[in-house]
C-alpha cells in the first residue's frame, strides 16, 4: 500500500470553478464563506476531523451543497480527471483501498450525505473501485474513531505489517495473510489499519487471488522456455524475486502480491513444481 497524492490547488478555488456555471450559483455564492471554514478544519485539523459534529446545513443548503458533485458539469469532469491524473500510473488503474481491483469510481472519504461542505472538495475525493467504494459506503466513524485509511492524510509507514504463511492442501500452494503490528508503528495508526483491513475483507480476499497469481507466474515461466530456454531453479527464484521488488516498488511493502510471491520463490517445492 502507498499514499496517494492529493491534487496541489487551492481547494477553494476549485469550488469556485465548479460552482460558477450553475443555476444555483448565487446559493454556492453565498455558501461559500462557511464552506471555507469547512475547508480549513479539513486541512489544518485533519487529526481531529471526527470531531465535526453533525451537518450544520439546512435540507435546502445541503442539496445546493450536493449539486457541486451530482450535477455532472465540465468543470467537476475536469476536476475528477485531474485527480486521477495526478496518481502514478499504479494508481491510476487500480484501487488504492484494496490494491486488488480496478480503480473506477471515486470515494467521498466524508460522505457527502452527512457533510455535504465536502461534496466537491479534491482531498475528500479519493480514487477507489466499486467493491470498496460500495462496502464503505457513508460509512468512516465507529464510536467516533475513523475506520477507514484516508489515501491522502494518514502517512503509510515504510513498515512491513502484513506476513504471509504458505502452506500446501491437497498438493496445492496456499497462502494465509495476517495483520502484525510492527516496532515503530503507533497503536492508533496499527488500529486504523486494522479497520480498513477487517472492514474491507482484504485478508480474505487477497487469498482468493492466489491461484490467479500462481497461474500468472506459471504464463511467466512458460513464456521463458517458449523462447527456447528452460530456466534453472535458479533463475525462476530470480524472475519471482525482481517481480516482487517490482511490485514493491510500485505498491509498496505491504502489497500482498509481492508478499506471496517472495513466498513461493523461497520454497523449494513450488519452484521445483513449475
Known amino acids: ?88 500510473v499504479e494508481f491510476q488503474h487500480f484501487c488504492a483501498y484494496c490494491l486488488s481491483h480496478t480503480r473506477y469510481t471515486i470515494d467521498h472519504y466524508i460522505p457527502k450525505e452527512d457533510h455535504p461542505a465536502y461534496s466537491i472538495m479534491p482531498r475528500n ?8 467504494n460500495g462496502i464503505k459506503g457513508q460509512t468512516w466513524l465507529d464510536n467516533g474513531e475513523r475506520v477507514f485509511i484516508h489515501f491522502y492524510n494518514d502517512i503509510l509507514p515504510n513498515l512491513v505489517f502484513i506476513q504471509g504463511h504458505l502452506s500446501y492442501f491437497r498438493n496445492l500452494p496456499t497462502i494465509i495473510f495476517t495483520l502484525q503490528q510492527p516496532a ?12 480498513h483491513f477487517t472492514r474491507l475483507g482484504l485478508l480474505q480476499l ?14 511467466d515461466v512458460n513464456n521463458v522456455r517458449a523462447m527456447g530456454m528452460e530456466p ?19 505498491y509498496g511493502p505491504n502489497f500482498w502480491k509481492a508478499i506471496a510471491i517472495d513466498l513461493l520463490a523461497n520454497s523449494i517445492r513450488f519452484l521445483g513444481s513449475l
Open 206 to 219: 487477497y487469498k482468493n487471488g492466489i491461484n490467479l497469481l500462481i497461474s500468472d507466474i506459471k504464463h
Open 232 to 250: 534453472t531453479v535458479e533463475q525462476i527464484k530470480s524472475l519471482l524475486v525482481q517481480k516482487s521488488t517490482n511490485f514493491k516498488n510500485g
Open 1 to 88: 500500500m502507498k499514499n496517494l497524492r492529493p491534487l496541489a490547488c487551492v481547494e477553494i478555488d476549485e469550488y469556485d470553478l465548479i460552482s460558477a456555471p450553475k443555476a444555483n450559483y448565487a446559493e454556492l455564492l453565498r455558501l461559500k464563506p462557511s464552506v471555507s471554514i469547512h475547508y480549513d478544519t479539513y486541512l489544518n485539523n485533519f487529526p481531529t476531523i471526527q470531531g465535526i459534529g453533525a451537518n450544520p446545513y439546512n435540507n435546502d443548503d445541503s442539496n445546493h451543497l450536493r449539486t457541486c458533485y451530482t450535477g455532472k458539469t465540465i468543470a467537476r469532469g475536469k476536476l475528477l480527471k485531474r485527480i486521477v491524473e495526478n496518481q502514478t
Open 184 to 195: 515503530g508503528l503507533a497503536n492508533d495508526h496499527f488500529r486504523l489499519i486494522s479497520e
Open 125 to 132: 475525493l479519493l480514487p477507489c473501485c466499486a467493491r470498496c
